[in-house]
């Protein structure tokens, strides 16, 4: 597993993915940050959130840049910069009546097809983002274009599906990924100083203290086992024990949470005796045999031999 990135690394991160979701250039985002773009890569190949985070801002920027429309005044300077031009000799777009009577903007010519390079740019972003109205807009295209290819070919059917697990399998661990103690994703606020309290009385203080007295200093009862009207004693034993367990939880949050902040700091984890290495298992040391010179178990505890050899009673004696 990758040792967790740090504060300063997450906040690199979130910098990096806004931008990126604005410019749709890893190129461009890391020039714009002024780092080298092999600092995003190596994270990127050690820490999968960082990575479907990463091709959900290029789907994202992609489906802004192919529809400038939808994105409105969200579309910046540098993104209409990386807006693709007109390829040359293609005609000008024209007013068009449909059967309905509804207007649209249509380019005269051959119409435009769905191609190989759209279907893959498609299957790309679906897997990075589990959407598929964005990932068609990424790839250029309508939803029901790709659906309408899907009901046609099963194979491409069979890919769409595949990209779509894939797609939700990364955002669910990137969303487990952001809850640990260690992504330092919603922790910005307490790294700032705290704005000042505003003007209340002294009574006004007290009834805001009272109200939040269980949630801030005591054990607050979990909403799905409060107590009700005619609790039974089995209702109530289960209630407190799992209070007590979200109590070891809270705790082990909190834990974590200091840990996550040391290393943050540099400095080395703290070991506890949960962390210490088991203490060896010895068999009993009056069965081990072979360690001495003695003929059998009696003479290996007669005082008057000699158990590891050098001059023995019996030749003195001689």
Known sequence: MAR???RAQQLENAAFLRLLRTTGNVRATCAALGRHRALFTRRRAKHPAFAAEWDAALAIAH??????????????????????????????????????????????????RLTRAGE????????AT???????????FSHSAFYARAKASPGFAREMRLALQLGYDRIELALLESALPQSHRD????????????????????????????????QEEPAHIKRRR???????SFRLAAMYQAHLARERERFDSAE???????????????????????????????????????????????????????????
């Open 4 to 6: 967790p990135l740090s």
């Open 63 to 112: 489906a802004a840049l192919n529809d400038p429309a939808r994105s409105g005044a969200r579309a910046t300077p540098l993104a209409a910069r990386n807006r693709p031009a007109p390829r040359p000799g293609e005609p000008e777009p024209h007013l068009h009546r449909t059967p309905g009577g509804r207007c649209q903007l249509r380019r005269s010519g051959a119409r435009r």
């Open 120 to 127: 893959q740019a498609f299957l790309a972003a679906l897997s």
């Open 130 to 140: 589990a959407n598929i109205r964005l990932s068609a807009a990424a790839a250029g």
């Open 187 to 218: 922790d910005a606020w307490r790294h700032n100083d705290p704005p000042p309290i505003p003007p209340m009385s002294a009574s006004q203080a007290l009834q805001l203290m009272h109200l939040h007295q269980k949630q801030a200093r005591l």
């Open 230 to 236: 005619g609790e039974s004693s089995d209702a109530r």
């Open 260 to 318: 996550a902040a040391r290393r943050a700091r540099g400095e080395p984890w703290l070991l506890g005796p949960a962390h210490l290495p088991d203490p060896p298992i010895l068999p009993d040391l009056a069965q081990v045999r072979g360690w001495s010179k003695a003929k059998d178990a009696r003479e290996a505890f007669d005082p008057d031999v000699a158990l590891f050899g050098g001059g023995r009673l019996e030749d003195w004696e001689g």
